[in-house]
């Protein structure tokens, strides 16, 4: 048996620019890295660093013009990715089943195929109760976790989270946290998530990419070496303070 992990994604040498007025605008320049088979990732760096461009990039909603993204496990078919935004973004006229519904009904799937799904992952991310609230009845936290499990039910292949939990206040956003670990450990899936919290990236990763400015490239990967399980007292160890600080260190580069 090989001692490497189990490659999820590789990307090698990846550029992404833009047009504006005086020419193009190079954002990601020679981005290289890997994720393992459900490895959790986090991605900082100085806003305006490309990081929401490097997920949309992943996501395949913007076209690189150089470099390469390869899923090395899947050949027969095509890469199904979750993308997640700061903002739910749910439907304002379905509730919160019809919501979570709606990727499988895009695809074709029957009732019967969905309604079970649906159940599966509102117990998941523990709304059950809510399965006929409007968005507008659910609280930031309880959308966020609508929006984590519409995106859950396709079963993609990789979860890419673009601060997910930044427009909420900090308690629901450490709960949220330890809400995504056990999420995470019970479906075992690859997530790369953007994140601005420091603490929040210790707390969840395995390893940290930081990202510079633009043109940019990742200054530096951290490997968390963290136990898990992890639960809220971990935040005040010293080996965590020891990896916020090296974040903080190289943010400021
Ligand atoms: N569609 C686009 N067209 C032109 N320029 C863009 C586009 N999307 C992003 N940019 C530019 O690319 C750079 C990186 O933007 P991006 O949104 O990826 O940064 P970010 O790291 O996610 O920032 P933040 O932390 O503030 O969310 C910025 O200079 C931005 O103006
Ligand atoms: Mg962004």
């Known amino acids: 048996m090989s001692s490497f992990p189990e490659l999820s994604l590789s990307v090698r040498d990846l550029a992404v620019s833009f047009a504006d007025k005086s020419g193009r ?49 899947i050949h027969d078919r095509q890469v ?29 799937k029957s009732r019967y195929e969905i309604a079970p799904k ?37 079963d993609p292949d990789i979860l890419l989270l673009d601060e997910p939990f930044g ?4 308690l629901t956003r450490d709960r949220m946290s330890e809400e995504l670990l056990r999420i995470w450990s019970e479906k075992t899936k690859t997530i790369l998530m953007v994140t601005h919290s420091i603490s929040e990236a210790v707390y969840l990763s395995d390893r940290v990419l930081v990202l510079s400015r633009i043109p940019s490239q990742i200054v530096l990967d951290l490997k968390i070496d963290l136990p898990r399980p992890r ?23």
């Open 167 to 170: 427009s909420l206040d900090e």
């Open 25 to 73: 605008l190079e954002v990601l320049e020679n981005i290289s890295f890997s994720l393992a088979k459900n490895e959790f990732v986090c991605l900082i760096g100085p806003s305006g660093s490309g990081k929401s461009t490097l997920l949309r990039t992943l996501a395949g909603l913007i076209p690189y013009s150089q470099g390469t993204i390869e899923y090395p496990d």
């Open 231 to 253: 639960d809220s007292q971990l935040r005040y160890s010293t080996a965590f303070a020891k990896s916020a600080q090296v974040l903080h260190d190289h943010l400021r580069i």
């Open 80 to 108: 199904r990715t979750g993308l997640i935004f700061q903002k739910p973004n749910l439907m304002p006229w379905r509730n919160l089943s019809q919501n979570i519904a709606l990727p499988l009904e895009l695809e074709g």
């Open 118 to 154: 649906v159940r599966e992952m509102i117990a998941l991310v523990g709304l059950e109760g809510f399965e006929h609230a409007w968005p507008h009845e659910l609280s930031g936290g309880m959308a966020q976790r609508a929006a984590i499990a519409r995106s859950l039910v396709q």
